[in-house]
């Protein structure tokens, strides 16, 4: 069975720092992967998907992330963090029929600090 | 376009009361999932249909039923709620190959 860690439960940036958050899947497949943002009160928005091809994949709000096989990793990166991104952000794998199946992780929570 | 719509979007219970949670999609999508989002613990999988007609169980599905009423409607069902059963209720739904699964904004469900 597949599954995911987010080593990090909270992390604290200031605004305008780079950031990086770390994704650890186990998976015995060719993954689909996922990054996704819960604002408080609110659902999970994608935020960038890997299926195949490119390893480093562009999303949305200037965010990005890299599929590193090797590692078993896909880490979200941004160039220069915003206080509008503290939210809960997610990762996840997908099974089955093109990521039909998604087994999340535990989320990490980013704090800005203005 | 309203995408996934969760209706209540609160809802306290006592133990042993049964409750409904709705969802419906008008995105046209084959696949509707269920899932509970408690602290630390991500999201975890209660049931899902990949098309009309089926219904499978996911990670968590124990005290939990499950009914694909059309392509748009897929409802949660607790026959008789627990405390353990508190918490934020996800539905998503997902269209064919390649594309991700979108999200609606919950049900908060506090069981007393």
């Known amino acids: 069975a597949q599954s995911v860690t987010q080593p990090d439960i909270h992390i604290t940036v200031s605004e305008g720092a780079s950031l990086e958050l770390r994704c650890n899947y186990s998976?015995?497949?060719?993954?689909?992967l996922f990054w996704y943002v819960q604002s408080p009160g609110q659902g999970l928005q994608l935020l960038l998907k890997?299926?195949?091809?490119?390893?480093l994949v562009q999303g949305i709000k200037g965010f990005e992330a890299e599929f590193k096989r090797s590692q078993s990793s896909f880490n979200l990166r941004k160039p220069s963090v915003h206080w509008s991104d503290a939210a809960e952000y997610f990762c996840?794998?997908?099974?089955?029929?093109?990521?039909?199946?998604?087994?999340f992780g535990g989320g990490t929570r980013l704090m800005v600090k203005p | 376009n309203a995408g996934v719509t969760q209706t209540p979007k609160f809802q306290v219970l006592k133990t042993g009361q049964s409750m409904t949670l709705q969802c419906a999609q008008d995105?046209?999508?084959?696949?509707m999932y269920w899932y509970r989002q408690d602290p630390g613990m991500g999201l975890r999988l209660i049931y899902y249909?990949?098309?009309?007609?089926?219904?499978d169980k996911g990670e968590v599905p124990n005290g939990y039923n499950v009914s694909r009423l059309n392509k748009r409607e897929f409802s949660l069902r607790l026959e008789s709620a627990a405390p353990s059963q508190t918490s934020v209720y996800f539905c998503?739904?997902?269209?064919?190959?390649?594309?991700?699964?979108?999200f609606g904004d919950g049900t908060r469900l506090s069981i007393l």
């Open positions: 996840a794998v997908g099974a089955g029929n093109a990521g039909n199946m998604l087994t």
């Open positions: 249909s990949a098309s009309e007609g089926t219904t």
């Open positions: 890997y299926f195949s091809g490119d390893t």
């Open positions: 995105m046209n999508h084959n696949s």
């Open positions: 998976y015995g497949a060719t993954p689909y």
């Open positions: 998503a739904s997902k269209g064919a190959y390649n594309q991700p699964q979108h």
